[in-house]
């Protein structure tokens, strides 16, 4: 090789990094679902943090929920549940969704990609309940999950709602500095969804590339059934995090670099 090609080769090497560098940072879009007693609200700082990396952040509120409290209806199942995601990805016209469902938010995802697959680039669950076509949420809930939520709905909820609980359920400790930031934010949950059957009309995830984090750090006891259903299916991408179930509150950076890193 004469010194002519040499000088090419070697200028073409930071050239082609930074073609790496911008094909790695290429803007993506992502929609940011929360899970019961929260809103669009908890997603802030990961929504901030992938804000500033240059991607497109939406946090949908589901109905009856947070900034919706006052649509709370007897009513509400997760059907309803379902159609605010896809209503979300057709009114914003959204296409390569990396779609992010944390807890009880897990079925909204898997209704949103059985109804709109094409609009979806990737599935996360974040710690997430897992229910297939013609579930419901108490049926996958431990006995005596269901038996205390059913109480407080008839003592507190006026047969209509569940009453949410204190921050430390969703393992942020007391003395945690985003621990009073959600005391206030938390909101009553619509019992009809958890009573309803999630309709799919295909596999969970219909054919999308699909991840689950478990947040391991507490583990949140509840979702155990879940979690050993994802370890028995083909094709999950599986992820941890030590931290506790609001992993969005209690470890922001860390999870705002998993998200980022989904391809």
Not at 8 to 15: E, I, R, T
Not at 22 to 35: D, I, M, N, W
Not at 207 to 223: E, F, K, Q, S, W
Request: aromatic content about 6%; some cysteine.
């Amino acid at each position: 090789m004469n010194r002519r090609h040499v000088m090419a080769a070697s200028a073409a090497v930071p050239l082609l990094a930074a073609t790496g560098a911008r094909a790695q940072q290429s803007p993506k879009t992502y929609v940011l679902l929360h899970g019961a007693w929260h809103g669009g609200w908890c997603w802030r700082d990961v929504a901030a943090g992938l804000r500033a990396q240059g991607h497109r952040v939406f946090t949908p509120t589901q109905t009856g929920l947070g900034e919706r409290k006052h649509l709370m209806s007897r009513d509400i199942t997760l059907d309803t549940f379902v159609t605010d995601v896809v209503n979300v990805l057709e009114a914003e016209e959204l296409q390569d969704v990396i779609l992010v469902g944390h807890s009880f938010g897990g079925s909204g995802i898997s209704g949103a990609a059985d109804r709109a697959p094409e609009r979806i680039r990737h599935l996360v669950y974040l710690d997430s309940l897992m229910l297939e076509g013609g579930q419901s949420p108490f049926g996958m809930l431990p006995p005596e999950v269901v038996e205390a939520r059913r109480r407080l709905v008839r003592e507190q909820g006026e047969g209509v709602f569940i009453p949410a609980p204190p921050p430390g359920a969703f393992g942020i400790p007391d003395g945690h500095a985003g621990a009073a930031w959600v005391q206030r934010r938390l909101t009553p949950h619509p019992v009809g969804t958890y009573e309803s059957q999630l309709t799919l009309r295909n596999p969970v995830g219909n054919g999308r590339p699909r991840t689950y984090i478990h947040c391991n750090a507490p583990v949140y006891g509840a979702l155990e059934a879940s979690r050993q259903w994802v370890r028995r299916q083909q094709g999950w991408n599986w992820q941890e995090i030590a931290t506790g179930h609001d992993a969005m509150v209690t470890a922001e950076q860390e999870l705002k670099r998993m998200l980022a890193a989904i391809g």
